[in-house]
């Protein structure tokens, strides 16, 4: 998956929150706020290709996280982008 363009992570009053920059991605009913961890990962991937193997790697190379919490976690993490529409396959 990428993520979609015209999504910014911005921190806004000390919350990581993503903002959509252009008309075509104003949808004012949801603010899409991320965790320290969730903010990591949408840095790291920068605009390469990911999936939830490759979130779980850069989880291990930051956080003291057991393999099998790292992948759960990233493919909640990828599902929760996916509903949010601001990554596509």
Known sequence: MKKKKGFTLRNICGESIIV???????????I??????????????????F???RLQELLLEEYEVDEATALSDAEQLCNK????????Q
């Open 51 to 53: 999936d939830a193997k």
């Open 32 to 49: 899409i706020s991320m965790n320290e961890s969730a903010a990591y990962l949408w840095n790291k991937v920068g605009t390469d290709s």
């Open 81 to 88: 982008w996916l509903e949010a529409g601001i990554v596509e």
């Open 20 to 30: 959509a920059e252009g008309l075509a991605n104003i949808d004012f009913s949801r």
